[in-house]
């Protein structure tokens, strides 16, 4: 090796080590989230640690993501499939009088503004709690009173207000004197027949729902790809190239 190459090598160094430092000390779980990887990054990181569109928070050994509509526990992150599983910081398991802090809905909300960077995964079904004046006798109703007997809901049935659940419903079905207190989502897989009480419903929301960011891995993966997709063997694929060469 020449001197002057190895003079050069010397001062290299020091740099490409704080690198590899730096790149290891990306944090890559926090809870039960054990896969923290790009495009996600941990509030704290090194600026070199994902993207910060993506930015996670680690709050108490619990992952969390903030976002226009609210924010979420991070339950989940599928980099198979590009899903991200979230649920309301409000929702408490085993808690069914626990409500969410903030309507989430992708039935009845534009995806692009309320979950951005996130696209709605299969859409989620809405799960809408209605609040009634008097009590509805309907399939589609189902009784959630039992779980607001509590002390915060102690004067409940003095007001004579009836709280009730509906699964996939439509809004423009909500009876008159009953009133939308929440919207929330659960995963679209579901089969909402078989949802019989508020208890099971209560579960799958504190489960959490899908959120995509299939187009975020269509970029970091394909240059002027109009939009991409995932194949039977689960592999990202171009769907068809925008013509334009970056
Ligand atoms: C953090 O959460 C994980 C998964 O739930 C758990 O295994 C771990 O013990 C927790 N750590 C602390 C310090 O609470
Ligand atoms: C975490 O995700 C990365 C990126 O997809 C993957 O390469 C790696 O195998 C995953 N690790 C675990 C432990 O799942
Ligand atoms: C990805 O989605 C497919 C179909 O939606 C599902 O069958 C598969 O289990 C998912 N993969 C993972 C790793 O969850
Ligand atoms: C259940 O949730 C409600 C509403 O958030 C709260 O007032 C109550 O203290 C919780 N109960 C328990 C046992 O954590
Ligand atoms: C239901 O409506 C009544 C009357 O407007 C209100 O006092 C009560 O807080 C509502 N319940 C919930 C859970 O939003
Ligand atoms: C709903 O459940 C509450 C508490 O279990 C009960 O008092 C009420 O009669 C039920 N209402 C209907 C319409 O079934
Ligand atoms: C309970 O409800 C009754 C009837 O609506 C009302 O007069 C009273 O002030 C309420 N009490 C509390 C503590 O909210
Ligand atoms: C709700 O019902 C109305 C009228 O029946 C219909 O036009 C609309 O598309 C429905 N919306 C949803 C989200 O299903």
């Keep these: ?6 003079l050069l090598l010397l001062l290299l160094l020091p740099w490409s080590f704080s690198i590899a430092v730096e790149n290891n000390r990306c944090t890559t779980s926090c809870g039960e989230v054990v896969n923290i990887s790009s495009p996600f990054r941990l509030r704290g990181d090194p600026k070199i640690c994902g993207d910060p569109n993506y930015e996670l928070a680690c709050i108490n050994n619990r992952t969390t993501i903030d976002l226009h509509s ?40 534009n995806d692009q503004d309320n979950f951005h960077p996130f696209r709605c995964h299969n859409y989620g079904l809405t799960i809408l709690i209605v609040n009634c004046t008097k009590a509805v006798d ?48 659960i995963p679209w897989w579901v089969d909402g027949n078989h949802l019989r009480s508020y208890a099971q419903i209560h579960e799958q929301m504190v ?11 269509c970029k970091m993966y ?3 790809c109009a939009w991409c997709d995932i194949n039977a063997e689960h592999q990202i694929y171009c769907g068809a190239n925008t013509g334009k060469d970056f």
């Design 222 to 224: 394909f240059k002027g």
């Design 138 to 185: 309907s399939q589609l109703y189902i009784n959630a009173s039992s779980c607001f007997n509590g002390a915060a809901f102690s004067n409940f049935s003095s007001t004579r207000r009836r709280l009730y659940a509906m699964v996939d419903a439509n809004v423009s079905s909500v009876e008159t004197g009953c009133t939308i207190e929440h919207m929330a989502m």
């Design 1 to 6: 090796m020449h001197k002057d190459q190895f």
């Design 70 to 109: 609210g924010k979420y526990y991070v339950r989940y992150i599928d980099y198979t499939n590009y899903t991200i599983r979230v649920a309301d910081v409000r929702l408490r398991k085993g808690n069914c009088s626990s409500l969410p802090l903030h309507s989430s809905s992708c039935s009845y909300s």
């Design 207 to 217: 489960y959490g729902f899908e959120l995509s960011w299939l187009e975020k891995a």
